[in-house]
Nanobody, 122 residues
Framework: VQLQASGGGLVQAGDSLRLSCTSSRHAISSYAMGWFRQAPGKEREFVAAITRSDGVTYYAPSVKGRFTISRDNTKRTVYLQMNSLKPEDTAVYYC????????????????WGQGTLVTVSS
C-alpha cells in the first residue's frame, strides 16, 4: 500500500492549507484513515481521523475547530483542510491507513505515507 501525501508548504500564521493523501493502488473505502504530525524533536501525534463508512471524524483538541478531515473514496484520497494555522502547527504531516485499535493511536495504523512538511511562520 502506497500513500502519497502532498500539499504542504511555507505559510504565514492565519493562512490555510489543504493536504491530500492518495492511495496509488488500493482502495481506501474499507478503512478508517488518519492524519498525524511530527514536529522536530517531538513524538508523532494524532491530528485527525475519519471512519470508513459513515465518515465520523475525530480531532486532537489542539486542532479542533480549525482543521477538517474528509475523504473521497472514488479518488482514493483523504484531505486535511487546515485553517487559522499557527506556528505550533509546524510539522511533517503523515497520513495513514487504520488497521485496528484506537483511532488516535499511531500504533493502530499500519501503512504510512512519506509525509509532507508544513511550516507556519509567525
Amino acid at each position: 500500500v502506497q500513500l502519497q501525501a502532498s500539499g504542504g508548504g511555507l505559510v504565514q500564521a492565519g493562512d490555510s492549507l489543504r493536504l491530500s493523501c492518495t492511495s496509488s493502488r488500493h482502495a481506501i473505502s474499507s478503512y478508517a484513515m488518519g492524519w498525524f504530525r511530527q514536529a522536530p524533536g517531538k513524538e508523532r501525534e494524532f491530528v485527525a481521523a475519519i471512519t470508513r463508512s459513515d465518515g465520523v471524524t475525530y480531532y486532537a483538541p489542539s486542532v479542533k475547530g480549525r482543521f477538517t478531515i474528509s475523504r473521497d473514496n472514488t479518488k482514493r484520497t483523504v484531505y486535511l483542510q487546515m485553517n487559522s494555522l499557527k506556528p505550533e502547527d509546524t510539522a511533517v504531516y503523515y497520513c495513514s491507513r487504520h488497521q485496528s485499535g484506537s483511532l488516535d493511536s499511531s500504533t493502530a495504523y499500519r501503512y504510512w505515507g512519506q509525509g509532507t512538511l508544513v511550516t507556519v511562520s509567525s
